[in-house]
């Protein structure tokens, strides 16, 4: 007996160490610190994943000399973002968070999760940046027919039926839709092959093709 509760001692311990900052809290501390304590005006936040993040890697002069934030971590999922989103987003005061996120859900990066939870954390961090006056822009899932990673879990079945959801849901809030997907498509659900470099993540003609695109956007948001 003695044993066992040792044994359930040391699992709940390492259960402990290895989740500890699930959602990746540390990776933006000292630059949001820093913001804050400069008192640099932050005008939009990018809040996303591998997709967001390797934006400013792969065009960073989208980025210079604007009041732009990226606080896009590789590989997460909404319910991480979620987690993050007071201290990466709302901290930062800015008017505009532009939302790109769930393909890492459908992937099943942290686990299985259904359509319907996908959206609900999407819909946890549009309330939330709406009650502190962050006007959200949700962005559409970018097109995907399958994942390099992980085969075999029909994205180009889930996101366009995510996509619907998101949809409507920005309809009924007032919020803004940023239909990527639409403008991105093969005719197949996948990304258009000269704007991806494995069927998922851009390239730099990629992301060229989409600045215009979240900039107008970014515009009607500031604008309502």
């Known amino acids: 007996m003695k044993s066992f509760i040792t044994c359930l001692f040391l699992l709940s311990f390492?259960?402990?160490?290895?989740?500890?900052?699930?959602a990746n809290l540390e990776k933006y501390q000292a630059k949001n610190a820093e913001l804050m304590k400069k008192?640099?005006?932050?005008?939009?936040?990018?809040?996303?994943?591998?997709?967001?993040?390797?934006?400013?890697?792969?065009?960073?002069?989208?980025?210079?000399n604007k009041p732009y934030a990226?606080?896009?971590?590789?590989?997460?999922?909404?319910?991480?973002?979620?987690?993050?989103?007071?201290?990466?987003v709302v901290a930062l005061n800015p008017e505009v968070v532009v939302i790109l996120a769930g393909t890492n859900d459908i992937a099943g990066n942290t686990g299985p999760s259904t359509l319907e939870e996908?959206?609900?954390?999407?819909?946890?961090?549009a309330e939330i940046a709406s009650a502190n006056g962050i006007e959200p822009v949700l962005c559409s899932v970018l097109p995907a027919f399958d994942y390099?990673?992980?085969?075999?879990?029909?994205?180009n079945i889930k996101i366009p039926k995510l996509n619907t959801m998101i949809e409507a849901y920005c309809k009924e809030k007032n919020y803004l839709y940023l239909n990527y997907f639409a403008a991105m498509d093969d005719g197949k659900n996948?990304?258009?092959e000269e704007l991806t470099?494995?069927?998922?993540?851009?390239?730099?003609?990629?992301?060229q093709f989409i600045e215009p695109m979240v900039e107008m956007a970014i515009k009607m948001a500031l604008n309502k």
């Open 14 to 22: 390492c259960t402990i160490i290895i989740g500890q900052d699930w």
């Open 39 to 64: 008192g640099t005006k932050t005008q939009v936040v990018f809040m996303g994943n591998s997709i967001t993040e390797g934006w400013e890697q792969t065009n960073p002069s989208f980025f210079e």
């Open 70 to 88: 990226n606080r896009g971590i590789s590989g997460q999922t909404t319910p991480q973002m979620l987690l993050r989103f007071r201290q990466d």
């Open 118 to 125: 996908i959206l609900g954390n999407l819909k946890g961090m």
């Open 148 to 155: 390099p990673w992980k085969p075999g879990m029909e994205p």
């Open 190 to 192: 996948g990304l258009r």
């Open 197 to 207: 470099y494995d069927g998922v993540h851009l390239t730099e003609k990629g992301y």
